[in-house]
């Protein structure tokens, strides 16, 4: 596959500054001499052209994998029941980050698929937004997600979001070998076809994972977005050595088994920036004159703004995302076509673990969106998705060692959309930090009312959501010895609850680190992301 970046590993030369995301801003480090520079490079951009992402959806509907075509099913349903039930499930607003510009690819297949079901004579159609416990989506962003003649032409009344905490919205399914309960959505379970529309542009999406988390309810997720589960999950992006995958997998092929499952995926490309941000996914030592400009102006000038200003700026950015592949036809048998996709040329060899790892997550997240980036989150994502980016069961840095995340770590909780966030972070991990004695409270969120409606409002996550916010990152709580962060404002408040150790900037902590582990020499890494990439890391000899 083309690349637009080639991925590159260098060493920092003495004095150099690199680019790092900075919460809902952007600053210039200065990393220590000798630092191992890891850039995973941009792949060439996908198609864009509405009309020719028309015809490969078309020839992947007509040429599945492992099912009879889709009009062919359709002819079925309608000779077999007068009025069949089909449902069109998707997923939310957590996936593509930055939300990709108008149309979204989601829209574009829907709007193809509803017009086959109507040709065929199946009307009786439901939209179902794959939310589970995250935040429903908006009005607004049904419309972006699903198109406009489709969001006029059915929400309200039959374009809904997913309600994953009330029992009348849900069926049990039975158990798996594991004893693992398999409840799911109950119009879903109720349909003579369900159609899945699906996103991926990282490893960790896609497959069961679609309707085994976005379609069904606490009682099923709580069995694998528990502490013990991350704990020994060997990354995110490696679904057979991930123990959340296997037990999507478990419950996804037990609802396979009871519903007639339609799986269309596709794969997006690292566009992710509008032509005057793209010098972001650059690495700094290959930018323009021009490019840098850019880049000094955008650090410098994003500080004169204030925090509400910078998250509307952030936040107003959309992706040009193009598709890379798009398959369709049996859940399994797709998602292995997805991640032949995902790891091309996405893949980077890396010779040996480091000592000190540097991260620094962006506020473009998947439980941040149009909100502040808490100090919840920024361990979420530091130790949650960027720790997790590697392959082959070798993390990038060592056990024991040390991480630096990069960010001011601001005590801002948007209001009520993390609400639960923040009651959790003051009221549970102020008393019970660590992965051993915290899920003792999970029932009393889970089952909060005050909390819960806010959920079936709209405005935020479920109750219970905020633990899976910390032990989305048990497996690098668990694995990292020591945590720094860099670039706070003075307001320890955030680092303390995370147990976290403040320094002023990157050469500090570094020397903080060393001290730490009482190695002069230890040896550091900054993994720069965005680009995306996965780490297959060579260990030492």
């Known amino acids: 596959m083309a690349r637009k970046y080639e991925p590159q590993i260098l060493h920092a030369r003495k004095g150099e500054k690199f680019l790092f995301q900075f919460g809902e801003d952007m600053c210039l480090q200065e990393l220590p001499e000798g630092t191992r520079v890891i850039y995973p490079g941009v792949r060439a951009n996908g198609e864009r052209n509405r009309r020719r992402i028309e015809e490969r959806l078309l020839r992947a509907l007509d040429q599945p994998t492992g099912t009879p075509p889709l009009r062919e099913k359709l002819r079925r349903l309608r000779q077999a029941k007068p009025n069949p039930k089909v449902v069109f499930a998707f997923d939310d607003v957590s996936i593509p980050l930055p939300p990709m510009k108008s149309p979204d690819i989601r829209g574009i297949m829907m ?26 989506i908006r009005p607004d962003e049904f419309r972006h997600i699903c198109g406009g003649r489709l969001y006029r032409k059915y929400y309200p009344g039959r374009m809904r979001n997913y309600n994953a905490i009330d029992p009348e919205d849900n069926v049990h399914l039975g158990h798996t070998e594991k004893g693992e309960d398999v409840e799911v959505c109950r119009s879903v379970a109720e349909a003579d076809l369900l159609i899945y529309f699906n996103v991926n542009y990282v490893a960790m999406d896609g497959g069961y994972k679609s309707y085994a988390t976005g379609l069904v309810s606490y009682r099923s997720l709580r069995h694998n977005h ?33 519903i007639d499952i339609f799986h269309i995926e596709t794969v997006l490309d690292e566009n992710l920036f509008p032509w005057h ?21 955008s650090v410098w000038g994003l500080k004169l703004l204030p925090h509400w200003l910078r998250l509307k700026v952030f936040w107003a950015t959309r992706g040009p995302f193009g598709l890379l592949a798009i398959n369709a036809g049996e859940t399994a048998a797709v998602h292995e076509k997805t991640l032949e996709v995902c790891y091309a040329d996405k893949i980077v060899e890396v010779d040996g673990q480091c000592d000190i790892l540097i991260l620094a997550p962006t506020c473009i997240g998947p439980y941040t969106k149009d909100t502040y980036l808490n100090p919840l989150l920024v361990n979420t994502y530091a130790l949650g998705y960027y720790y997790n980016m590697y392959l082959d069961g070798v993390p990038l840095v060592r056990p024991g060692g040390a991480v630096i995340v990069v960010n001011p770590l601001a005590y801002k909780w948007t209001e009520p959309t993390h609400t639960s966030y923040r009651e959790f972070f003051e009221q549970v991990l102020s008393s019970h930090r660590g992965l051993d004695e915290f899920e003792a409270f999970q029932e009393q969120f889970a089952k909060d009312q005050r909390l819960n409606d806010l959920y079936r409002q709209g405005l935020s996550p479920a109750g219970v959501h905020c633990f899976y916010m910390y032990t989305w990152a048990a497996h690098g709580m668990d694995q990292v010895g020591k945590v720094y962060a860099v670039g706070g404002d003075g307001d320890r408040r955030g680092a303390e609850g995370l147990g976290w150790e403040c320094a002023a900037n990157v050469v500090e902590a570094v020397a903080a680190a060393r001290r730490h582990l009482n190695d002069p020499a230890a040896s550091v890494s900054y993994f720069r992301c965005p680009p995306v990439g996965y780490l297959r890391v060579k260990q030492d000899a």
């Not at 941000?277 to 102006?297: C, H, N, P, T």
Request: net charge positive.
């Open 277 to 297: 941000l793209a010098w972001v996914q650059k690495i700094d030592r290959q930018m323009g004159l021009f490019e840098k400009l850019l880049m000094y102006s």
């Open 111 to 136: 709007d193809q698929v509803e017009r086959l079901c109507i040709e065929e004579g199946v009307s009786d159609l439901e939209f179902i937004c794959s939310v589970a416990l995250h935040r429903p």
């Open 226 to 258: 528990d502490s013990h589960t991350l704990r020994h999950t060997r990354s995110l992006y490696d679904p057979p050595r991930s123990l959340m995958h296997q037990s999507f997998t478990r419950i996804g092929k037990l609802i396979q088994k009871k």
